[in-house]
C-alpha cells in the first residue's frame, strides 16, 4: 500500500505509451491537482480531496476538465440517415440545438461505446469515450459512406462546469450567442446546445453533464482553455474537481461508465438504457445490432443492471461477486462509498429474478458477505434544468 | 518507546513487548479520503508480512501489512465511527492495532524516521 500505484504501472505496461498531456497539463499541476494516467493522458485524480470535491460540487460549481473525450464532427448530405445506421436513436428527428444521449453498438448488440450527439445545424457534434476514441473511429470510418465527412476536434478541449451555481457561474462571464434567436446560456434546458462568444472566443455550449447535477459541458479551444477555467475558477463558487469525484458524482447519479459497467458484452436492454432507443427505430430497427437489440427488448435479458445500496461502511468493488443466500446471482462493476449519502454503494448485473427494488443480497469483499439491498438508481436525485 | 517504519509505509510505535501499528502520514495522504477500515480481531495471530487490516479510501481498499508478527491485542475501536482519524492523526489518534511482539529481532529489518524520510523523499 498505497496499492492504487500498482494499477497505474499496469497500465503503462498494457500501452508500452508515455501519457500525453492535455492542454490543461501545467494548470491542473500549478493549482495542486495530483496527477495520474488515465485513457492515456495525464490527468489530475484530486486536488483538495475527493470527498470535499464531491460535496462541493453537489453544493457549488465543480470545474472538470473532460478534454480526454473525443470530440467528433459528423457531416455531409445524409448523415443524419447514416448515423442511424449505427446509433439506435432517432437522430432524424434530433432538432438543430438538441443533444442526445446514444449507443455504439456492434451487429451482436454489445456496446462498444456510450456518447452524446447533437445537432449543430449544419453537422453532428459527437463526445465519445476518451479511452475508446480511436475505435469509435475506426468504426464509425468503417461503416459510415465515403461522402460522410468524419473529424476529430483534436485542437479542442473541453470542460464540464457542474452543480447548482454553474449557471450564474457561466452567465457571470456574459456569453453571447454566437446566432440570432439562439438562447441566452442560462436559459439552455438540459440536453439544449448552442454557440456563444466569450469577447473573442467561440465556445459550443451544451447544458448536459455526468454528475447528476445541472451544468454545462464546453468545447473549447485548446489555446482558449486556460483562460476560460481561469475565469471560471476567478470565481468563489466555482472549484477544479478532479477524476475521483467525477466518478463518485456519476456513480451516486446512477450514470455507467464505459469500460465497467458497459463493455463489447453488455447490451443495452440489461444496461437498463432502453430509453436510447428510439420509439421508430424500435419497430423500424436498421441500426447495427437492431436484430438481438429488439429481440432482447421484446424478451427481456438474462441479467440486469442495478443499484447496490450496502450496510455499513465498507465498500464493495467492481468484480465483487454478489449472491441471493448461496447462489451467485451476479457481478459488481462500480463501487464505492458515496460522499453524499455516507454508505457504501454499487452498480452491479445481477440475474432478472434478483433484480427487483428491495431484493436483499450480499456481495463478498475479501471472504465476508456484505449485506445490500437492490435499490432504485439515481441513487441521488438528479437535478437538471429541464 | 521507539517508533520503526516499514517500506509499505507502516509505523510501530514499540514500548516493551507491545507494539503500536499504523499508517504513515505519507501513506493516508496518498490514500485520500478514508471511509472504513477493517481491523483485526484481538487475539488473532499475525505474522510479520501479514495482511490483517485493511483501509478503505474512496478510491480504493488498500492491505495495511504487519512490521512484524505477534499477536493482536487490541483494535482502535475509535476508526469504526471516525475512520477519518486516519486522514487527520495518521501517526497518532489514527492508529490501527496493538500486538504483542513474537520476535523483537524482526525490528532489524525496519527503518528509523530519518531512513524513512530519505525514502519517502526517494519516491
Given amino acids: ?386 | 518507546m521507539t517508533t520503526y517504519y516499514t517500506k509499505d509505509h507502516e509505523w510501530i510505535a514499540v514500548e516493551g513487548e507491545t507494539g503500536t501499528v499504523g499508517i504513515t502520514d505519507y501513506a493516508q495522504g496518498q490514500l485520500g479520503d478514508i471511509t472504513f477500515v477493517e481491523l483485526p480481531e484481538p487475539g488473532s495471530a499475525v505474522k510479520q508480512g501479514d495482511a490483517p487490516c485493511v483501509v478503505d479510501s474512496v478510491k480504493a481498499a488498500s492491505d495495511v501489512y504487519a512490521p512484524v508478527g505477534g499477536t493482536v491485542t487490541e483494535a482502535n475501536a475509535a476508526l469504526a465511527d471516525a475512520p477519518e482519524l486516519v486522514n487527520t492523526e495518521a501517526e497518532s489518534g489514527g492508529w490501527l492495532f496493538r500486538l504483542t511482539l513474537a520476535d523483537p529481532g524482526q525490528l532489524g529489518g525496519l527503518m528509523d524516521r530519518p531512513a524513512y524520510d530519505e525514502y519517502v523523499k526517494g519516491l
Fill in chain 1, 1 to 386: 500500500m498505497p496499492d492504487d500505484d500498482a494499477s497505474i504501472e499496469a497500465n503503462d505496461n498494457l500501452d508500452e505509451l508515455e501519457p500525453e498531456m492535455l492542454p490543461l497539463d501545467g494548470w491542473h499541476r500549478a493549482r495542486g491537482g495530483r496527477m495520474v494516467e488515465f485513457a492515456g493522458y495525464w490527468m489530475p485524480v484530486q486536488y483538495e480531496g475527493i470527498i470535499a470535491e464531491h460535496l462541493w460540487t453537489r453544493d457549488h460549481a465543480g470545474l472538470f476538465d473532460v478534454s480526454h473525450m473525443g470530440q467528433l464532427l459528423v457531416s455531409g448530405e445524409g448523415a443524419a440517415g447514416a448515423l442511424e445506421a449505427l446509433l439506435p436513436g432517432d437522430i432524424s428527428a434530433l432538432n438543430p440545438g438538441r443533444q442526445r444521449y446514444s449507443l455504439l453498438l456492434d451487429e451482436t448488440g454489445g456496446i462498444l461505446d456510450d456518447l452524446m450527439v447533437t445537432n449543430r445545424g449544419d453537422h453532428f457534434y459527437l463526445v465519445v469515450n476518451g479511452a475508446t476514441k480511436w475505435d469509435d473511429i475506426a468504426h464509425l470510418r468503417e461503416y459510415l459512406p465515403d461522402e460522410i465527412t468524419l473529424n476529430l476536434l483534436d485542437e479542442h478541449g473541453l470542460l464540464a462546469l457542474q452543480g447548482p451555481d454553474a449557471a450564474p457561474s457561466l452567465g457571470a462571464l456574459g456569453l453571447h450567442p454566437a446566432f440570432d434567436g439562439m438562447p441566452e446560456v442560462v436559459d439552455l434546458k438540459f440536453m439544449q446546445a448552442a454557440a456563444y462568444h466569450w469577447g473573442e472566443v467561440p465556445l459550443g455550449v451544451s447544458r448536459s453533464g455526468y454528475t447528476g447535477e445541472d451544468g454545462y459541458e464546453i468545447s473549447v479551444r485548446a489555446a482558449d482553455i486556460e483562460a476560460l477555467a481561469e475565469a471560471l475558477c476567478a470565481l468563489p463558487q466555482v472549484k477544479p474537481i478532479g477524476l475521483g469525484a467525477r466518478d463518485s458524482l456519476r456513480l451516486e447519479a446512477g450514470l455507467p461508465l464505459y469500460g465497467h459497467d458497459l463493455s463489447p458484452e453488455t447490451d443495452p436492454v440489461s444496461a437498463g438504457l432502453a430509453f436510447a432507443i428510439s420509439k421508430r427505430r424500435r419497430t423500424e430497427g436498421g441500426f447495427l445490432g437492431a436484430e438481438p437489440v429488439l429481440a432482447a427488448l421484446e424478451g427481456g435479458t438474462a441479467t440486469r443492471r442495478v443499484g447496490l445500496a450496502l450496510e455499513g461502511r465498507q465498500a464493495a468493488r467492481e468484480g465483487a461477486l454478489v449472491f441471493a443466500g448461496e447462489k451467485e446471482v451476479g457481478r459488481v462493476t462500480s463501487g464505492g462509498f458515496s460522499p453524499s449519502l455516507n454508505h457504501p454503494i454499487a452498480m452491479a448485473y445481477v440475474n432478472a429474478a434478483h433484480a427487483a427494488d428491495g431484493t436483499a443480497l450480499t456481495i463478498e469483499v475479501r471472504g465476508k458477505r456484505l449485506p445490500a439491498r437492490v435499490v432504485p438508481m439515481p441513487f441521488v436525485p438528479h437535478r437538471y434544468h429541464r
